[in-house]
């Protein structure tokens, strides 16, 4: 084998065959946009039971999770100390201040220091 021709990590694995699809009813979806990327939380159901999943989509890419039902306390639970933690902690590298400022009123930047 030449060094730079791709190896499979797992033989054999390129002759698996795909899982059949698997029924999927959604129960409940909202959707929230936040700046750049939008957030849809999904909670569905199959014969295995519930779950979350929350799909993130940015720029025609998308990722996502999916939390078991019987996970989604624990992770409200962590979520709720995160968002504390964010209202409470300072910022570390917050941008400096700059001396002009937008003047959004009349279409303008404003050289004098901001208020």
């Known amino acids: 084998m030449i060094s730079n021709e791709l190896r499979l990590p797992f033989k054999g ?3 698996m065959q795909p899982r059949p699809p698997v029924q999927e009813d ?10 750049r990327k939008t957030i ?8 295995r039971g519930r779950f979350l999943r929350i799909v993130e989509e940015r720029g025609g890419h998308s990722a996502s999770i999916i939390i078991p039902s019987t996970g989604l306390a624990e992770f409200q639970k962590l979520l709720e100390e995160m968002i504390k933690a964010s209202n ?14 937008a003047d959004f ?11």
Request: aromatic content about 2%; proline content about 11%; charged content about 25%.
């Open 13 to 15: 694995l390129s002759q």
């Open 26 to 35: 959604t129960l409940k979806s909202g959707q929230v946009q936040i700046e």
């Open 40 to 47: 849809t939380f999904i909670l569905k159901e199959n014969p």
């Open 88 to 101: 409470e902690l300072p910022l570390k590298n917050q941008p400096e201040k700059s001396s002009r400022r």
């Open 105 to 115: 009123q009349e279409g303008t930047v404003n050289d004098s220091p901001a208020p």
